[in-house]
């Protein structure tokens, strides 16, 4: 791939782009042994070498950001209303064309997967994948036993929605409460992403959502420690999980 020095140094991580530019001129970076001292230097990462002060350097052509979505921000690159969630992104990540994976409602938290690999994220997109979604969830009425078995029920043959749309099969299940909240908590794991689809199946089951964050996506789950509104980079533990999925 051919790109720019500064460009190519700023998304291995040494720094935003004015950062990596002081670094080009005052410290030894060279391309194939010979010093570079121009950040608009064109090189070739699939056949030149680089290396600053003797170091080699380890290239990342891709970057892989997890994100705790919060509540009122657009799952969007731009929005002339709406805050979106790449306002959240800062250097050296603001400067690079990423985009989300999937989407969020704007009422919805959670993790959310931002990156530039295309490949990824036609992967984790298409309907052919069949990658699980997970979500955190609370209701308006706490179902009684009974109907909680018929939610269960419901969900795992495919719920038909109230416009006739017949839903993939998906599993619902109580968990623990995450919010502190007096309400149940539930989990439900789903493999399409339909505008509104959690939302819609419950009240197609005959309830309504109180609450609801995406957890896990495929191999990939939301790190606790992360506040929403916060964000780091995936490990490459889980960028290999996220490939092998």
């Known amino acids: 791939m051919k790109t720019r020095l500064d460009r190519i140094l700023a998304l291995s991580g040494l720094g935003s782009r004015s ?4 670094m080009i001129r005052k410290k030894n ?5 010979v010093r570079i001292v121009s950040p608009s230097f064109i ?3 699939d056949l030149n070498k680089i290396t600053i002060d003797g170091e080699p350097l380890v290239l990342r052509t891709n970057v892989y ?4 979505k919060p509540q009122g921000c657009v799952t969007s690159t731009s929005d002339p209303v709406h805050k979106t969630v790449m306002d959240y992104i800062k250097a050296p990540f603001d400067r690079m064309t990423l985009f989300p994976i999937g989407r969020l409602d704007i009422d919805t938290e959670g993790l959310l997967i931002i990156t ?17 979604k997970t979500y955190y969830l609370e209701l308006s ?3 009684s036993d009974e109907e909680f078995k018929n939610y269960c029920e419901e969900f795992e043959k495919g719920i038909v929605l109230k416009n006739g749309y017949k839903c993939l099969p998906a599993k619902f299940e109580k968990c623990e409460n995450k919010t502190g909240s007096f309400r149940s908590g539930f989990l439900m794991h789903i493999t399409e992403g339909k505008f509104h689809q959690v ?3 419950c009240l197609s089951a005959g309830n309504e959502l109180c609450y609801l964050r995406r957890i896990a996506v495929g191999s990939i789950v939301l790190d606790e420690t992360l506040k929403t509104g916060e964000y780091r980079e995936l490990s490459a533990e889980e960028i290999d999980s996220l490939r092998d999925y």
């Open 19 to 22: 950062d990596v530019k002081k």
């Open 29 to 33: 970076c060279c391309v194939d042994g």
């Open 43 to 45: 090189l070739d990462t």
């Open 65 to 68: 950001l997890m994100f705790n």
């Open 116 to 132: 530039d690999d295309g490949e990824i994220t036609h992967k984790i997109t298409s309907p052919k994948s069949g990658t699980v």
């Open 141 to 143: 009425r706490e179902p």
């Open 199 to 201: 939302k819609k199946m």
